[in-house]
């Protein structure tokens, strides 16, 4: 149905429109060029009355994309909500911030070693956050010393030095600088 302020701002747009073609064909001077001014302000009063006609198809098509979309989204998961955006995104940081730290804390009695953390939280507001797990890799990034080879026997001589116990170092690290339960770090080596 069509709105009644829609009809009113529709003739006092017409009326502005016809005002404005009167007060112009009145100023211009009877000369060849006002014929061509009449044909012009024809066109722009033509626009005024036609132009809320089609704008009426075009919010009509308008509305109709409006209905899909928000039936499309209707059935979307709440997740995507502002607050839960802003949650996720605090989540992650969070995430980041902790594994940096950990890399950090293994880096400074470690140097010799490059590190990979993986951090499982669960995050239940800014002030409580529980740590499910820590997985930590870690891989030699030291000089290795070169295998030994025999080239009369071709038997090769394994001299470097092998990373027995160093498990147990990093998951004491962690205990110790990281107040990082025992139960909740698994250590992998890459």
């Not at 066109?43 to 036609?50: A, T």
């Not at 809320?52 to 909500?81: K, R």
């Not at 995050?123 to 080239?151: C, M, P, R, W």
């Amino acid at each position: 149905m069509i709105r009644v302020d829609f009809i009113k701002d529709w003739i006092t747009n017409i009326c502005s429109a016809l005002i404005l073609i009167t007060a112009v064909d009145l100023i211009l001077p009877d000369n060849s060029i006002k014929k061509y001014c009449k044909l012009i302000l024809g066109l722009i009063l033509m626009i005024v009355v036609i132009n809320p006609v089609l704008s009426l198809f075009n919010s009509d098509l308008a509305i109709d994309a409006a209905l899909e979309n928000n039936l499309f989204y209707e059935n979307e998961p709440a997740i995507n909500s502002g607050d839960d955006v802003r949650t996720s995104i605090t989540e992650a940081q969070f995430k980041k911030s902790l594994e940096d730290e950990i890399i950090a804390i293994l880096k400074e009695e470690l140097p010799e070693y490059t590190f990979n953390v993986n951090a499982s939280i669960e995050f239940k507001g800014v002030e409580e956050v529980v740590l499910k797990q820590v997985e930590v890799g870690y891989h030699d990034a030291s000089v290795k010393t070169i295998e030994k080879i025999n080239i009369e026997n071709n038997i090769k001589e394994n001299t470097a030095v092998s990373s027995d116990g160093m498990e147990d170092t990093i998951v004491n690290i962690l205990y110790q600088e990281g107040s990082i339960s025992k139960d909740l770090i698994k250590i992998y080596k890459y």
